[in-house]
């Protein structure tokens, strides 16, 4: 039952009621995407790029879905499998969604005339988290030549959202 719907536009609505607080979105938020340490390189697919989410301890995730983004994705991903496991989820590159809520970066910014309906919840996955279910998050580390945890970052509600009502968040707030 997905929280979002029309990802190929730029407006998202809620796809059923929702109430305050309630965690509704992956993303590289997804945010979807790469995710890359402050020290690895990531220029090249910065540039034109609107969907690179900085979190709070600097770590960005890379949520584009198309050119240099999509193919380091791709890569990164290939790269992890772990015998018959993938370990994360590329469907979201693709029309044919597995995970429906792996598209919170393409939720607008909130304006004066329209407020913040959902904000950003940053989380890292715990090492435990079994690897039988790592093919549904929309996240990779971008190099694991170091051991940390994958940074994940989710939308959550701010008041009662009604079916059809479109999804606006504040791009400079997130809860830690």
Known sequence: MPALQDRDQSKHWAAEHVLPWQSRSVWPLSLTGT??????????QSLGN????????????????KGL?????????RRDQLGPFQMSD???LTSALQNPLAV??????????????????????????????K????????????ESHLRCVV???LRDIKQGEELFSNYYTVVN
């Open 90 to 92: 590329e469907s979201w």
């Open 35 to 44: 995710v890359y340490r402050k020290h690895e390189p990531i220029f090249f």
């Open 50 to 65: 609107p969907f690179i989410f900085r979190c709070i301890d600097g770590i960005l995730i890379d949520g584009n879905d």
């Open 155 to 157: 939308l959550v509600t």
């Open 104 to 133: 919170g970066q393409y939720v607008n910014n909130c304006s004066h005339e329209k407020a913040a309906n959902v904000c950003y919840q940053e989380f890292d996955v715990p090492g435990y988290f079994p690897v039988e279910l």
């Open 135 to 146: 093919q549904y998050l929309p996240n990779i580390v971008y190099s694991h030549e170091i």
């Open 69 to 77: 983004s999509r193919s380091v994705y791709r890569s990164c991903s």
